[in-house]
Each structure stands twice: as C-alpha cells, then as structure tokens.
C-alpha cells in the first residue's frame, strides 16, 4: 500500500515562506514521478509543480514559478516544495501526488497516489 503524508504547512504572512515535505512509504519510489498540487477555496486543484524519478526534470505552474523549488532525496522517499515569496493566492490545501512512470507528469489525472493534503494560509 502506497502512502504519502506531506506536512509543513501553517499560516504564514505575505512574503513568507514554508517549506512542504511529501514522505513516501510503501515501496521503493525511485521510479515513480511526484507532483505537488493545490486546491484553493472555491476552486478546482491545480497543479504546482512536478519532479521526475531522478529529480533532472521539473515543472513549475506559471502562477509560481519562479517562487517555488521542487526537489526530492531518494534515499529518504521525500519530495519537497520550497515556497517563497507567498501571496494570498497561494492559499489552499497542498497535496502530493505519485505514480510510477519515468516521465515527469503535470495532469491530476496522471497520478495515481495522493496524500491528505496540507494547508497553507497565506494571510495579507
């Protein structure tokens, strides 16, 4: 059974910054492409940035790049989303995302594991 819990989310003010971690537990996840989504009040889950098995590729949203950093450590199973310069949009509920492919996968629809979800509340 594949598990993802991330954690690092709280309140933090305007310019701040949080740092997201995604633990995969289950299996080896050496072969498998990670993503970061959100889903802000009201509104549909977006993507916000995705890393493949080795970490050489990424893909950032346009609403963050720039402001984000995708990166994992395979030895450990973690994925993590550095977030800086946060505004009020990036509120919402994070969630991290796995499947087994080689490719680096940007589409929801792609994954096939998803954890809880950790909020981030970005206050102005």
């Known amino acids: 059974q594949v598990q993802l819990v991330e954690s690092g989310g709280g309140l933090v003010q305007t310019g701040g910054s949080l740092r997201l971690s995604c633990a995969a537990s289950?299996?080896?996840?050496?072969?498998?492409?990670m993503g970061w989504f959100r889903q802000a009040p009201g509104r549909e889950r977006e993507s916000v940035a995705a890393?493949?098995?080795?970490?050489?590729?990424?893909y950032y949203a346009d609403s963050v790049k720039g402001r984000c950093s995708i990166s994992r450590d395979r030895l450990k199973n973690v994925v993590y989303l550095q977030m800086n310069s946060l505004k009020p949009e990036d509120t919402g509920v994070y969630y991290c995302?796995?499947?087994?492919?080689?490719?680096?996968?940007?589409?929801?629809?792609?994954?096939?594991?998803w954890g809880q979800g950790t909020r981030v509340n970005v206050s102005s």
């Open positions: 995302a796995a499947k087994r492919s080689l490719d680096i996968l940007v589409s929801e629809y792609e994954y096939d594991y």
């Open positions: 890393i493949n098995w080795s970490g050489g590729s990424t």
């Open positions: 289950g299996r080896t996840f050496d072969n498998y492409a």
